[in-house]
């Protein structure tokens, strides 16, 4: 909680996505003390590839025509491949 009002940016995304990003972080330093990769790399927001991680429960996403609706985020553009 306090980390949140001294990070406004932390609101923007759902506390799944908070929560893979700190296991992901986990496991990329895990792999790294054990020597099993190298130094892991931080993403930024200003990067052109975006990513974004969460959990489907009680059916907070919705897949509409061209959009995704995700909790928080609101709809998002994707591509069909």
Avoid: C, R, W
Avoid at 41 to 69: A, C, E, M, P, R
Wanted: aromatic letters at 12%; proline letters at 4%.
């Amino acid at each position: 909680m306090k980390l949140k009002q001294n990070h406004p940016f932390l609101k923007e995304v759902d506390k799944f996505a908070l929560e893979s990003a700190l296991d992901n972080l986990n496991n990329a330093y895990s792999k790294y003390y054990k020597k099993e990769t190298k130094k892991p790399k931080f993403k930024s927001k200003k990067n052109n590839i975006q990513s974004y991680t969460t959990k489907f429960t009680n059916n907070n996403i919705k897949v509409l025509d061209k959009f995704i609706q995700i909790p928080k985020v609101g709809l998002v553009k994707y591509k069909n491949n």
